[in-house]
């Protein structure tokens, strides 16, 4: 039975209660969400970054109709500028006849195209012969050309950027770029990128991944990371802007593309920063959904347990921190917010929330180093909320002690992560019930049961019912991560996959966004037997006085539950949304078993039953009458 106090009032639900993390983890940036073609476009990959690379990754020498050169990439004076320091010099110098250059291979696979779909091809690049140097750009697949060559005309020995328009003629998932040269002399080529011209509101991102972020109707996007923000070593935090192995500081990522450093990423790879802190805020401003910016405290987090002593350097990233709100909230006319506004956003991005640091270690001295950035941020722009954390566990020595510290130091917000199985969450529901309704609030701001399963989505369909329960508590709320390329995993499960043709949602992308898109705006009070595989709660739409009731039966037999309103005269029809199936099943690019089915519910009235499936969430809506 599951009793409703429906004229009861419990705890107000942010708007922003649900959100979405992204970290570029998976390749969910270059390759993904950012959609770049090119794999080190601008031949900045290193050793030092990966054993694997060297300056030529992803490209290979090629020559047409007997060219002649050679292909080196180089570090000198020439450079397009400071922070994109190495380019590509093609000495043409015996190239009697035909054209000589380079090819690329695209990131995981090739170069994906799409018949009819238009490409936008762009190089800096400058060269020291007098008549000029012709370029031929191709796309192309085993020698076939996929749309019409681009011919490009480099003139003058100063960097200039070049662009030419591919409308592809062919379908592949396995081309490649090349970029050949005629005549003699040397040419210097740099930033060599191609970008689909369709993206999401015209504004750089992969359509389809970003629809399916926005779908999911995020009250808030927590960025960059993650463990991508807060790991590096000491001298990652004082490195030059252009140094390998730099951590990720956000004035690294904004300005022209060009300008932007490229830089080794927590996960493995070379990420170009072409999605960087203004793309981040952009999007969020697309979605809906209030950007929280994580900015590093100087403590290594994610298993790395060293913290920097260095107070000035402390100060530097502190005052890193007040540009970043001057950035996103300063008038045009302040110097950070002329830089949003030449990057085309004269008005502010409304920052309201921001995080400093992820997942220490050492809670001691994150917090040393946090109230610092805390009491800057507060002095200057006290209606900014300064998010602290509990380190990497659900509990334990290090969440205790981190725990103690947020509270006495009275912060107002403290991040929680923990990835767990399916046990834990269904067990744990009540995990918020407990919390002091007087210390700081949560943001649960990662958390996954360990597979991509319905079972495991039902489990955290479940441990929401808590989280949702305890909104007075818990504030904000994100499953983590969000996005995975198939080809490239660094961690699993994850909510959206792609490859370079598609993209899917998981199983718990479905019951992420019926929670989502089920919000309600308050508690209503509700009761049901004490049962962790049935769990349940109630919420109201404001707007609309709809209940709207969220029922998890984790359980292999349907269960039917008298449903009892107390005196609340209500319409007889309810709509409803279910998610039901085998707990083994899994989402994937070929079939997705877990979909959700729309259904009207007659016979509604201050006391029904109903019967809920075997393993399904379901969402009734019932408006009073
Ligand atoms: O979400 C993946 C990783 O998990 C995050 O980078 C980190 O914060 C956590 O350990």
């Known amino acids: 039975e599951v009793n409703i106090d429906a004229a009861g009032r419990g705890p107000a639900i942010d708007p922003t209660m649900y959100g979405v993390f992204f970290e570029d983890i998976n390749r969910a940036a270059d390759g993904g969400l950012y959609p770049e073609l090119v794999q080190n476009r601008s031949f900045e990959f290193d050793p030092a970054d990966n054993q694997d690379y060297h300056p030529m990754t992803a490209w290979t ?52 195209t799409e018949a009819g779909k238009t490409y936008e091809f762009s190089v800096w690049a400058r060269t020291d012969r007098p008549s000029g140097t012709p370029l031929t750009v191709r796309l192309t697949d085993g020698g076939t050309d996929l749309a019409d060559p681009v011919r490009v005309e480099v003139a003058g020995d100063g960097w200039t950027k070049y662009t030419g328009r591919f409308t592809a003629k062919s379908t592949s998932s396995t081309g490649s770029l090349s970029v050949t040269a005629e005549g003699t002399g040397t040419v210097a080529l740099d930033m060599v990128s191609l970008l ?34 807060n790991t590096g070593s000491h001298e990652g935090y004082e490195a030059p802007g252009w140094e390998r192995k730099r ?51 100087l403590v290594t ?4 347990n060293q913290a920097t002593d260095d107070p000035q350097l402390l100060q530097r990233h502190i005052q890193d921190t007040l540009d970043l709100i001057e950035f996103a909230n ?19 991005f409304g920052l309201t929330h921001i995080g ?42 290090i969440f205790d002690r981190a725990w103690q510290l947020n509270r006495d130091h009275g912060v107002e917000m403290v991040d929680e992560h923990y ?50 329960r305890n909104a007075d508590v818990v504030n904000l709320a994100s499953y983590a991560p969000l996005l995975a390329h198939e080809g490239d995993v660094q961690w699993s499960p994850d909510m959206i996959w792609f490859n370079d043709e598609k993209s899917w949602g998981s199983t718990s992308y479905e019951t992420q966004k019926l929670f989502m898109n089920n919000v309600g705006d308050e508690v209503v009070p509700s009761t049901t037997a004490e049962d ?16 709207i009731v969220k029922v998890v039966n984790a359980q292999a037999e349907a269960a039917t539950a008298q449903i009892d309103l107390g005196d609340t005269p209500v319409e007889p029809t309810a709509r409803a949304t279910t998610l039901e199936g085998d707990p083994a099943a899994v989402n994937s690019g070929d079939s997705a078993p877990i979909r959700p089915r729309e259904s009207t519910v007659d016979g509604v009235s201050s006391s029904f039953s109903h019967e809920f499936p075997p393993n399904s969430v379901t969402v009734l809506r019932i408006k009073p009458a």
Request: include cysteine.
């Open 61 to 112: 020498p090629v020559a047409a109709d007997g060219g002649q050169g050679t292909a080196e990439v180089v570090d000198d004076d020439g450079r397009l500028n400071e922070r994109n320091r190495r380019y590509l010099r093609l000495d043409l110098a015996g190239n009697a006849r035909g054209s000589y250059g380079v090819t690329n291979a695209g990131f995981l696979n090739g170069l994906r």
């Open 247 to 297: 951590s990720y500081q956000w004035k690294d990522t904004i300005g022209p593309v060009e300008q932007r450093a490229t830089n080794a990423n927590f996960w493995g790879y070379n990420q170009s920063y072409g999605l960087g802190y203004f793309e981040y805020f952009q999007f969020a401003e697309d979605i809906g959904a209030m950007p929280l910016p994580v900015v590093p405290a």
């Open 532 to 547: 962790e595989s049935f769990r349940q709660v109630v919420t109201r739409d404001n707007a609309t006085g709809e209940l």
């Open 330 to 348: 300063g008038p045009a006319t302040s110097p950070w917010g002329a830089k949003r506004a030449e990057m085309g956003h004269p008005e502010p």
């Open 419 to 468: 990835y767990n199985d399916p046990a834990w969450f269904l067990a744990n529901h009540h995990r918020y019930d407990a919390y002091d309704r007087n210390g700081p609030k949560v943001f649960l701001g990662e958390y996954a049961s360990k597979d991509n399963r319905w079972g495991n989505s039902l489990a955290e369909a479940a441990y929401m019912t808590g989280l949702e």
């Open 356 to 397: 400093v640091g992820n997942e220490e270690n050492l809670p001691d001295e994150f917090m040393q180093r946090f109230v610092q950035f805390r009491d800057a941020i507060k002095a200057a722009h006290p209606e900014i909320t300064v998010v602290s954390n509990s380190g990497p566990d659900d509990s334990g020595e």
């Open 301 to 304: 987090g994610c298993g790395q």
């Open 196 to 229: 689909p011209q369709e993206t999401y509101k015209n504004h750089g991102l992969r359509p389809d991944l970003a629809e399916k972020i926005a779908a999911l109707n995020p009250g808030f996007l927590r960025f960059p990371g993650g463990c991508l923000v």
